[in-house]
């Protein structure tokens, strides 16, 4: 059984920084590309990153390209999500996602594993 658990969500002004994070276990972290997802008010869950099990390869959703940047710590099963530049329409219930697929994936159903979720309010 894999467990995800994020944290570092809050309310922050528009501009403002903060920097998620995901903690796994379960199974073998790096056996697993690592994506973050959201969901605005009222909307469906959307990409917004995504990384390969070494780190090496990212892909972004192009709302978020440049604003943030997702990394990974192997030895601490643990993935982030760096937001800076943040803006109003980024206010959502942030996910990460795990998958056993071998290639960079955009798609939820793609991943196969959720976390709970943390609230990031971004004010005008």
């Known amino acids: 059984q894999v467990l995800l658990v994020e944290s570092g969500g809050g309310l922050v002004q528009a501009g403002g920084s903060l920097r998620l994070s995901c903690a796994a276990s379960?199974?073998?972290?790096?056996?697993?590309?690592m994506g973050w997802f959201r969901q605005p008010p009222g909307k469906e869950r959307e990409f917004v990153a995504a990384?390969?099990?070494?780190?090496?390869?990212?892909m972004y959703a192009d709302s978020v390209r440049g604003r943030f940047t997702i990394s990974r710590d192997n030895a601490q099963n643990t993935v982030y999500l760096q937001m800076n530049g943040l803006k109003p329409e980024d206010t959502a219930v942030y996910y990460c996602?795990?998958?056993?697929?071998?290639?960079?994936?955009?798609?939820?159903?793609?991943?196969?594993?959720w976390g709970q979720g943390t609230q990031v309010t971004v004010s005008s």
């Open positions: 996602a795990a998958s056993r697929l071998s290639t960079l994936g955009w798609k939820p159903y793609e991943y196969d594993v």
């Open positions: 379960g199974r073998t972290f790096s056996d697993n590309i």
């Open positions: 990384i390969s099990r070494g780190g090496g390869s990212t």
